[in-house]
């Protein structure tokens, strides 16, 4: 009997290809390539006055070097505004090489093109651009103060303002018995996946194609954006994400200027070229997050109860709005967490500065809620003189409120509705895993040998599943291997595995004969892409969906063949078999076999789907009208609104009285995230959360000076 995948600690099938080096990463393509390189502005805010090449010319395996001037139609315009919204008055994207002016310390002005990296580089080293410097704001307080544009007519430096409200928390507030008003700061921080961005192009001549392996999170949007951007059709483009080591949402933005000036490249010479960003480059010249500027004003009752909660920030967007506002509306609606807020409001500027960029890093936003919320909490805890887990399960929303309508507007552009959640039962795992009622006496014993131990908490919930769709494709071979098609990609969330032990079920056949393929446009045209926690609640229903599709189908053909009801069929190893009767039976790939009415025998098993092979219905079609050639099916799916997740943290530390050193002592998670497809995969994540967690909690400022310099460009 097959045994269930679903719900399985199964080892993560990618991870002997990629321990072992045997995983292909774009920069494996193609080793005589042409290499791509980039003069970058070394200031935060200047006026490009001339960008002389005498130097450059005579270097042997020069191909070309490129300006904006060079760009023809679209490259020349400036790059898509991914994700418009009503509120953002005042977007500003940026041009794939900096016309006239530049914003931010990194972005590319000159292409060079070389034969390889090491002549590109000599090649940048010798190009002289001039300046004219002009003034910089690498402040978001100091933007506001508007003495100062990052974009000339934008007033305020502010691109877009947002107010959401629930009740009337301003009244609320007022009439309070207690109040708390306090300032918070979120310092800047990035992404740093192990591989940076990188892309490889090759123009096919014979059929005037195009195909492209990125280092992308989404790689059919990056399809549609070569396409318009190079004045190709659709279908002339083919866009691959291998082995991508990481991304976090650094590679959710598309297209980058890479994206599009590898594959012009490539189209112009007919000949493959490729850009593989270096360290220094991502910490200037990709994209960071995190960073603002948060006012709260709370009013709570004696018991600890908010009344009425106001919170308004700041949110530093960097020099442009590629991804539109998503960061700070996930941050105004998530802010919220696992709390009943009768009376709300929340309202947020997105403001420019002459840094990098900001748009989605892991989290994507719910961080800064999060930060806000729970030291909100916190400080109510510390006024009243409660346990801060107290004052929590006295605001927690309750299961039996599910679902519970936040009356605001989430970043899809859906009601915020709650689906689910038990947020008093996580929090009592939680304080039963750290020890939180039995802390205080260990408090006491470290202080008494001169230690200083302390405890802390946090909740939050998670919006999961954001549309609008994507899809599956599964097919059965005639050898009986099933071949899974999804068009977003991975990078290192285990799809191969995870999406394989969905189809195994829903097929019953052995995991070991599911085969998966994820962001590839020749296999699956239509994704949105991995991000935002929704592949497996998006590709894997969409696969599920498709694998019934195919069972359904299996199990008519086969019941035409076996002379039964599909009704009385099951598929079990493999086999499709009469319940009760298992020796009464065909292989799935037999039924595939005969799926595909044949003309021609290539093998003994092809045979039996020619037209000479059985006694055939003469009224009937060898293809009917209801089915398609072939054991496979394609489906989509696309939820109303997200689903949510949710979890607590809970960690012990010791800080060193004399360095501030900060040790983890014990850290505790409870993560309430539905029906788990592979805990083991579940885990790896949740650890690697925590760990990038902490890192960004302690260690990991984007520290910019005045000018605009990031002074910790390095690791």
């Known amino acids: 009997m097959t045994t269930r995948m679903f719900g399985s600690p199964v080892r993560r099938r990618e991870d002997q290809r990629l321990l072992t080096g045997a995983g292909r990463f774009v920069d494996d393509l193609s080793h005589d390539a042409w290499e791509v390189a980039f003069v970058r502005s070394p200031h935060a805010h200047a006026r490009i006055t001339d960008i002389d090449v005498t130097r450059a010319l005579d270097v042997d395996g020069l191909v070309g070097i490129y300006t904006h001037e060079d760009l023809p139609g679209r490259l020349a315009e400036p790059l898509p505004l991914l994700i418009p919204h009503p509120n953002l008055t005042a977007p500003v994207t940026q041009y794939a090489l900096a016309k006239g002016e530049v914003n931010h310390v990194g972005e590319p002005i000159v292409m060079v093109v070389a034969t390889d990296r090491y002549v590109a580089e000599d090649v940048v080293d010798r ?18 103060e508007d003495l100062v544009r990052v974009h000339d007519d934008v007033e305020g430096n502010v691109a877009a303002h947002l107010v959401q409200e629930r009740g009337d928390a301003r009244a609320a507030i007022g009439s309070s018995p207690n109040r708390l008003r306090f300032r918070l700061d979120i310092e800047r ?16 001549r014979m059929d005037d194609s195009l ?48 994206e599009l000036l590898v594959p012009w490249v490539a189209r112009s010479f007919g000949h493959h070229a490729k850009f593989t960003e270096d360290r220094r480059e991502h910490f200037v010249a990709a994209t960071h997050e995190r960073g603002q500027v948060q006012f709260v004003d709370v009013g709570f009752d004696d018991d600890g109860r908010v009344l009425g909660l106001e919170v308004e920030f700041w949110h530093d967007h960097g020099a442009y709005t590629p991804y539109g506002i998503i960061v700070p509306i996930i941050t105004s609606t998530q802010l919220v967490g696992p709390y009943r807020l009768e009376n709300y409001r929340v309202e947020f500027k997105s403001v420019y500065t002459n840094t990098v960029p900001v748009t989605p890093y892991r989290g994507a936003g719910r961080p800064q809620g999060c930060f806000a919320m729970e030291r909100t909490i916190d400080a109510i805890a510390r006024h009243l003189d409660l346990d801060r887990t107290e004052v929590r ?11 519970y309508d936040f009356a605001l507007t989430f970043q899809d552009g859906r009601p915020l509705i709650y689906d689910s959640g038990d947020f008093p039962e996580t929090l009592r795992r939680l304080k039963d895993l750290v020890g939180w009622d039995g802390f205080a006496a260990v408090r006491d014993a470290a202080r008494a040998e001169g230690r200083i131990v302390g405890i802390g908490m946090a909740a939050y919930v998670e919006g999961t599943g954001v549309g609008p769709y994507e899809g599956g494709h599964v097919l059965v071979e005639p050898s009986g291997k099933v071949q899974v098609a999804t068009g ?4 290192g969330q285990g799809h191969e595995t995870a999406f394989a032990q969905i189809v195994a079920d829903e097929l019953g056949v052995p995991i070991e004969d599911v085969q998966v393929v994820t962001g590839d446009t020749r296999r699956f045209q239509y994704a949105v892409g991995t991000f935002a926690s929704r592949a497996a609640v998006m590709s894997g229903n969409a696969i599920a969906l498709a694998a019934r599709v195919v069972r359904a189908k299996a199990l008519e053909i086969a019941a035409r ?54 006694p055939n219905d003469p009224d009937v079609p060898p293809v009917r009208d209801d089915e398609a050639p072939g054991l496979e099916g394609t489906d989509y799916y696309s939820p109303i609104r997200s ?30 995230c539905g029906n788990v497809i592979n805990p083991l995969i579940v885990e790896g994540q949740i650890h690697g959360g925590v760990a990038q967690g902490v890192g960004g909690a302690l260690y990991e400022r984007m520290a910019y000076d005045e000018h605009g310099q990031l002074q910790n460009a390095s690791f």
């Open 127 to 144: 190009i002289d651009v001039s300046y004219e410097v002009l003034p910089v704001v690498a402040d978001v307080e100091a933007a506001l």
């Open 189 to 204: 921080s990035a992404s740093m996946p192990m591989e940076g961005r990188a892309v490889y192009a090759r123009w096919d």
């Open 211 to 258: 195909r492209v392996y990125s280092s992308t999170q989404t790689p059919t949007s990056v399809r549609a954006a070569i396409a318009t951007y190079l004045d190709l059709d659709f279908q002339q483009v083919e866009c691959l994400a291998p082995d991508v080591g990481g991304g976090f949402g650094v590679k959710i933005v598309h297209p980058w200027p890479e």
């Open 561 to 614: 063949a076996l002379e039964a009801d599909p009704a009385d069929l099951e598929i079990v190893d493999g086999d499709v078999r009469v319940k009760g009767s298992p020796d009464t039976s065909l292989p799935l790939a037999l039924v595939a076999t005969l799926s595909n009415p044949l003309r021609y025998a290539f093998d003994e098993a092809a045979k039996l789907a020619t037209q000479f092979a059985g």
């Open 393 to 403: 399960a006295r605001n927690f929303i309750q299961p039996d409120e599910m679902p």
């Open 643 to 672: 689903t949510f997740a949710n979890g607590m943290h809970a960690v012990v530390v010791e800080i060193d009285p004399d360095t501030s050193d900060i040790r983890i002592l014990r850290y505790a998670v409870v993560h309430d």
């Open 488 to 491: 977003l990609s991975s990078q």
